[in-house]
Structure formats: structure tokens, C-alpha cells
T-cell receptor, first 112, second 110 residues
């Protein structure tokens, strides 16, 4: 079974803190994605990566950065967390030309 | 922006077939219709996809109209575990990012 894991299910941080959200997949997938999910807005793509050290902006990249140093790991970074970044964050991965993305369980981040 | 329109919510009795509609009137010839679902507190899960022919797998059936402007996801015998938000997505290329809309919240009633 494909497994996508995220470092935390729940996280509470303070405004201005630097936050790292980690995602690891064990299926040697080239493509990895970070989404956030908010009530009434659905899932929105933040960043994605098609290869190691490669990244592309999604629809809402402002306030975020990413790192892909190893194929299996894709990190989302909030340089200076703000309250409007309180959300559910979902990581996904897939092979190129894949029919489906596999999602992790999500990290619910609260910024106080 | 999502290219699909779905009802906000639907109810279905347990054991009955759940039919979830989706409109995608601006779909292009090379775009597939995908369905995902998200059970509470979990990440989205792929269900099925199709181009123009009807498709069936162990989870569901997908019926696409001849003009491809709408489709219906059918869960043949809904159970309480099928309670989830169901997303209909159109996607041109398998490598493309997925744009999720707001989905349909399906309640299966005992």
C-alpha cells in the first residue's frame, strides 16, 4: 500500500514562529504536492514538485516556501506564521502520468 | 477555479444507491472526469475516473453523458462509511495538478 505520512496530526504555533510541516512518501513517487483545506474553500494547491530540488508555485504560494532535498520528502515552510495560515494542510504524491494522487492524513495547524 | 458544479449536500438511505451528479459544461475533449472523496479527518481518496465511456470498479460506477457535459457517480449500495465529501474534478493531463471544488457532502442515513 502507498503510504504518505505527515509529521504531525495537530500543531499549535504562535504568530511569527517559523513552522516546518514534513511529508514523507514510501513509494518512490516523483511528484509531491502541498494543499491547504479551509471550510467553504475546498482544497487549494500551495506548491508542488516534480523532482528533487524542483518546485513550482501553486495557486496560493504567498507566505509559504518548500524544500525537496530528497525524493521521498517534501517540506512546507511557513517563514513567519500568521493567524490566517490556520488551516488543515494536506500532502499528496504520485508518479508522473498517474491517474491518482495519494494523500496523507493531514496536519491541522493552529496559529495563535 | 474548479470547472465543475456539484450540489452542496445530499442524503441517501443506507443500502440504497447514491447518485451524485456533477456538471462540467466547459469540459475539453482531452479532459478526464475524476472523482475523489474525503472522509472526515482523512486525506482525499481516489474513487474513479473516465474520459467518455462509463466506468466501473470495486468502489463505484461513473456515468458520463454523451455530450460529456455532466456525469454521475453511483455508489451502488451505500453504507454509513460512505458518508464523506465527494469531489468531481476535470483534469486534462495525468500530470496536471488537481483543482478541487467544494464537493458534495453526502450523508448516509441509517
Amino acid at each position: 500500500d502507498v503510504k504518505v505520512t505527515q509529521s504531525s496530526r495537530y500543531l499549535v504555533k504562535r504568530t511569527g514562529e517559523k513552522v516546518f510541516l514534513e511529508c514523507v512518501q514510501d513509494m518512490d513517487h516523483e511528484n509531491m504536492f502541498w494543499y491547504r483545506q479551509d471550510p467553504g474553500l475546498g482544497l487549494r494547491l500551495i506548491y508542488f514538485s516534480y523532482d528533487v530540488k524542483m518546485k513550482e508555485k501553486g495557486d496560493i504560494p504567498e507566505g509559504y516556501s518548500v524544500s525537496r532535498e530528497k525524493k521521498e520528502r517534501f517540506s512546507l515552510i511557513l517563514e513567519s506564521a500568521s493567524t490566517n495560515q490556520t488551516s488543515m494542510y494536506l500532502c499528496a504524491s504520485c508518479t508522473p502520468w498517474a491517474d491518482t494522487q495519494y494523500f496523507g492524513p493531514g496536519t491541522r495547524l493552529t496559529v495563535l | 477555479d474548479a470547472k465543475t458544479t456539484q450540489p452542496t449536500s445530499m442524503d441517501c438511505a443506507e443500502g440504497r444507491a447514491a447518485n451524485l451528479p456533477c456538471n462540467h459544461s466547459t469540459i475539453s475533449g482531452n479532459e478526464y472526469v475524476y472523482w475523489y472523496r474525503q472522509i472526515h479527518s482523512q486525506g482525499p481518496q481516489y474513487i474513479i475516473h473516465g474520459l467518455k465511456n462509463n466506468e466501473t470498479n470495486e468502489m463505484a460506477s461513473l456515468i458520463i453523458t454523451e455530450d460529456r457535459k455532466s456525469s454521475t457517480l453511483i455508489l451502488p449500495h451505500a453504507t454509513l462509511r460512505d458518508t464523506a465529501v465527494y469531489y468531481c474534478i476535470v483534469r486534462a493531463n495525468r500530470d496536471d495538478k488537481i483543482i478541487f471544488g467544494k464537493g458534495t457532502r453526502l450523508h448516509i442515513l441509517p
